[in-house]
């Protein structure tokens, strides 16, 4: 630490990357590929790193030493980061490093993504431009989360898919893909399910006898391994963010049906009409309809999953290269459609406009990353600067209870109680009665049962930070944010074991919490510490 003008202690600046040894903000600028302003990551993605950082540590994947709960839905995401941070590489900086090469990775794939393999043509350009120039496939890629790794395997297993049905006999890979989609993102189980679910409906009976078998094999032995585990480890068949989150009922799918639709027709939809050429050509042209097969049931499988909370349509990512490929083949099937009635000069103009149609569409995803991403700087700053100043001032034993429980945790070292159940069991499985009528992965909690367990600093108002002095905040109501935080401070008991309590942060504002008190009432009424 180190004290500024004012006397104030503020953190050391630490230097992002061991390996490089740049500057943080020049760092983060080559990490976003120049696409976006460098940003704070996404609060979520520090849950992961936090059980990457103690696998890495030897404590095992745990949130909380001494506690196995699956929290997280990205096994080989967490493992693969587990590689850099035994080098003693940043894990942050790792994982935004890993998802720009998944990305790179993945525009190049959408140019080969139909077969046959020829030479790379202008006609293959189209979607991959439109994917490289899509700001949120940029911004997902670098804020810390495994959207860029499942993008990338589910191109991949779609282009094995495809490339296996222009053979004869079958030398095996999709099942693979899929089984490795499957450990990144549970999504990746349905489009196996609607990979074999299509060769189901196109073959009949021929598909196990010529390929499904070997796929089943590939999928299951590598699925099948890691559900073992899991049910040794954590006890549970499907990861404990799945009972946090998941439901079925008609609110849930209604939330997710309006997410799809949002995300086609508020996003400058005239550019999908590229997509309905394609589409009618899918009868014709069996590529083209495993593509629309298969984003169909993934959107299907969002909509039942009741979409994301998030901005920037980061559950429709992973399909961006099967939309952006219909979407080119759509264009093209336009211009041979005007090619009889136009000279070659007018099929260029052509050409210029269908160009010109998808540029209101890429703007419209600029907007919608930059907003995510200022949200993500503002929120995730500020999260970082509390967990720091907990940190200095609790001991390592302490337990604290909050919300958001990413960058918290990673950064304070702290117990921490997961208020909204991603990393708790018992309010994971605990009764969502309006399930799919409130915030997205937000709607479950138990404040009784959190009061019982008695953390010694609980941070209400989804971790209040606020730049009113102390002396008149103090004496203020104070929010409190979802079920968990409601509960607790309902409690008639509340008074006798918790004081208020604040920090002076290092920017000028406060941390406003409830600190425990074991003795019962304090005599002062709340103190900075």
């Known amino acids: 630490m180190v004290e500024d003008e004012h006397g104030r202690r503020r953190p050391t600046p630490q230097r992002v990357c061991r390996l490089c040894r740049l500057a943080p903000d020049r760092e983060r600028r080559l990490l976003a590929l120049g696409a976006l302003r460098p940003r704070e990551l996404v609060d979520d993605a520090y849950i992961s790193f936090r059980y990457t950082r103690n696998l890495a540590a030897g404590q095992g994947l745990v949130f909380n030493p001494g506690e196995r709960v699956e929290g997280y839905t990205n096994f080989l995401w967490v493992v693969l980061l587990a590689v850099p941070a035994l080098l003693g590489i940043d894990i942050p900086t790792a994982g935004q490093v890993l998802g720009g090469l998944c990305a790179g990775l993945t525009i190049f794939t959408t140019a080969f993504l139909l077969p046959p393999a020829s030479p790379l043509t202008w006609r293959r350009l189209l979607a991959p431009a439109l994917l490289a120039l899509n700001a949120t496939f940029a911004m997902w890629a670098v804020h810390g989360l495994e959207t860029a790794l499942f993008t990338l395997l589910v191109t991949l297993g779609v282009r094995a898919d495809l490339y296996a049905r222009t053979r004869r006999g079958w030398s095996g890979g999709p099942g693979v893909w899929w089984a490795l989609a499957t450990l990144t993102r549970p999504e990746g189980a349905a489009l196996f399910a609607a990979s074999l679910g299509y060769d189901l409906v196109r073959r009949r009976r021929r598909w196990l006898e010529e390929r499904g078998w070997v796929t089943l094999l590939e999928y299951g032995g590598i699925v099948g391994a890691h559900l073992a585990w899991r049910l040794g480890y954590y006890g549970y068949p499907l990861p404990n963010t799945f009972y946090a989150k998941a439901g079925l009922s008609w609110p849930l799918i209604r939330r997710g049906v309006g997410y799809v639709s949002a995300f086609f027709f508020e996003v400058h939809s005239a550019a ?85 149609l998808w540029l209101p569409h890429t703007f419209a995803m600029r907007r919608s990353a930059d907003v995510e991403s200022a949200g993500g700087e503002a929120f995730t700053g500020s999260l970082k600067m509390a967990a720091l100043e907990l940190k200095r001032h609790f001991p390592p034993a302490t337990t604290i209870a909050a919300n958001p429980v990413g960058a918290l945790a990673y950064y304070s070292d702290l117990h921490v109680i997961d208020l909204l159940g991603l990393t708790d069991v018992h309010i994971a499985h605990s009764p969502a009665p309006e399930l799919g009528t409130g915030i ?46 409601r509960e607790f401070v309902q409690r008639p008991e509340l008074k006798q074991w918790y004081r208020r309590q604040f920090l002076r942060l290092p920017d000028g504002r406060y941390l406003y919490f409830l600190q425990r008190v074991e003795n019962g009432p304090h005599s002062r009424p709340y103190e900075n510490m």
């Open 272 to 356: 999908w009409l590229l997509m309905v050429p394609a589409v009618l050509r899918a009868r014709r042209d069996a590529r083209l309809g495993y593509l629309v097969w298969m984003a169909s049931a993934y959107l299907a499988a969002v909509a039942v999953e009741g979409g994301d909370f998030f901005p920037a349509y980061r559950f429709v990512v992973p399909i961006y290269p099967l939309l952006y490929t219909l979407a080119q083949e759509g264009t093209w099937v336009v211009l041979r459609w005007l090619r009889p009635f136009a000279p070659a000069r007018a099929a260029r103009v052509a050409v210029l406009l269908l160009l010109l």
């Open 440 to 485: 997205a992965a937000h709607e479950k909690g138990d404040g009784n049962y959190v009061f019982a367990r008695k953390p010694d600093a609980f941070l209400v108002g989804n971790v209040l930070i606020n730049g009113t002095p102390p002396g008149i905040f103090m004496t203020q109501t104070w929010p409190a944010w979802l079920k968990s935080e």
